[in-house]
DNA sequence: CGCGGGTTTGATGATGCTCAAGCCCGGTGG
DNA sequence: CCACCGGGCTTGAGCATCATCAAACCCGCG
């Protein structure tokens, strides 16, 4: 059992032990397999999913047929389609592993009973909303104002841990951009 | 006073009248005139805004020097620079009045006192974010699969009241686009 | 009537995509 | 231990989309 959704949470708020407990009845964790998928597309399994460990992938299918990533979680990170997390709707996208990786997770039914029962875990999930809420806007920030080829010369800055983790054409497609495009980039930086 | 704030915090949760009155001692409500500044680029200001009524743009200005819409908001919605709110550093944006409008804001430490008073407010943050959350992934899904033209027609078809209400270059703003290459689609569709 | 914000026009050009092919390298089976 | 296979990365030519720039136009408002 790992814990670092336990020690995530006392980062925000108290939490006794015998509330712990009661937490762990509401949450499931299971280990993964490097390219399993954590959620399939339109699969009614509505859930938030916590990385205690590893590394995942958020994507749809495009028009094109082509993997269109748009999120990715390393450790301790939260990661979930809301509207259909709030609307109890099919998924448009794929969730799935890029390493082996132990997730956490919680259903929307399970969170509401979860609430109720410690209501001061409102409380951590509206920090936690907020905190993706604030990376999203950033992101969108980014993505208004920079050149594709500024865009990807950022992140290779300000993310190398992600240059080692995840391919080169994953990182392309987060960032809008082929792979022969960053390709090309890479070539021109030498 | 306008209170469509409170009537929107009880669609999601109750509130008695009194706990409206507490609620009341740490909001300000004011109204602004039309292009009056709700908030200044490196503001000390970290507020959460709700629009009682009226229309709002929040944009920053890019390299270029031209004015970068990333949100709008209409009546009943919140809007903020969140990462500024966070971490209580200057703003990056400009929030800025398109109609005369009503607004209602709280600053973080206010916003932290209220929902000690009042901890079941930490509910309806959540939700809020939570739902502001699933709006930014939704929007952030469309830039990634639709060509700049189809971003268009389908911003049109679909929120047609923003086409009254607000300017179309303001919209090519917010869609990435020039205001050259809409009257451009626009001529087309005719 | 004149001013100014917003929109339109059209010519020019850059950015970044598409497509097809080849290459590199690590893993697997013979 | 070598040969092959395949996923990922690279190359380059051609091209589409959309931005840029400068100018004119339109129209509501003072």
Not at 76 to 92: A, Q, R
Not at 105 to 123: A, G, V
Not at 144 to 160: A, G, I, Q, W
């Amino acid at each position: 059992m790992n814990d670092n959704l336990i020690k995530h949470i006392r980062k925000h708020i108290d939490l006794s032990d015998s509330e712990t407990m009661i937490l762990s009845k509401y949450v499931e964790q299971s280990s993964y397999k490097r390219k399993e998928f954590v959620m399939q597309e339109n699969s009614d399994c509505k859930s938030l999913f916590f990385v205690e460990k590893g590394c995942l992938r958020m994507y749809f299918i495009n028009e094109k047929a082509v993997e269109q990533i748009v999120q990715f979680a390393l450790d301790s990170w939260w990661i979930s389609d809301l509207k259909s997390f709030i609307n109890n709707t099919p998924s448009d996208y794929y969730i799935q592993t890029i390493e082996n990786s132990i997730i956490t997770s919680i259903n929307s039914e399970q969170l509401e009973q979860l609430l109720t029962e410690i209501p001061k875990l409102e409380r951590y999930f509206r920090i936690i909303m907020q905190q993706e809420l604030a990376a999203a806007q950033f992101k969108s920030k980014l993505m208004y104002e920079m050149s594709k080829e500024d865009l990807y010369n950022h992140f290779v800055t300000s993310f190398p841990e992600f240059i080692q983790r995840v391919p080169q054409y994953m990182i392309a497609s987060y960032l809008g951009l082929t792979p022969e495009y960053v390709s090309g980039l890479r070539k021109k930086k030498l």
